[in-house]
Nanobody, 124 residues
Framework: QVQLVESGGGLVQTGGDLRLSCAVSGRTFSGYTMGWFRQAPGKEREFVAGVTWISGITFYADSVKGRFTISRDNAKNTVTLQMNSLKPEDTAVYYC?????????????????WGQGTQVTVSS
């Protein structure tokens, strides 16, 4: 079992920055892919960014490429999502997730573990 706990959400103005963190604990997750997803009201959960735990390979949704950066810290067992130049359409609940494979998948239903989510609100 893997436990994921997000932190760092909040309210920010358009163009501002936020940093989300995900504390990872539990069984070994060295072969995992870690991802961030988001879900806005009335919409499906969508992929935002991912990183493979061992090699640190990153991949992003087109909508956030160039603005968001995902990283992992193997020593601290954390995954971070740095969000810059935020837009109102980035408003959503953001979830940290873990996939037991290193397949760099973008489909929420394929991820095995989820955090409770943290709200990000970008005001216009």
């Amino acid at each position: 079992q893997v436990q994921l706990v997000e932190s760092g959400g909040g309210l920010v103005q358009t163009g501002g920055d936020l940093r989300l963190s995900c504390a990872v604990s539990g069984r070994t997750f060295s072969g995992y892919t870690m991802g961030w997803f988001r879900q806005a009201p009335g919409k499906e959960r969508e992929f935002v960014a991912g990183v493979t735990w061992i090699s640190g390979i990153t991949f992003y949704a087109d909508s956030v490429k160039g603005r968001f950066t995902i990283s992992r810290d193997n020593a601290k067992n954390t995954v971070t999502l740095q969000m810059n130049s935020l837009k109102p359409e980035d408003t959503a609940v953001y979830y940290c997730a873990a996939d037991r494979t290193a397949s760099m998948r973008r489909t929420a239903s394929l991820y095995d573990y989820w955090g409770q989510g943290t709200q990000v609100t970008v005001s216009s």
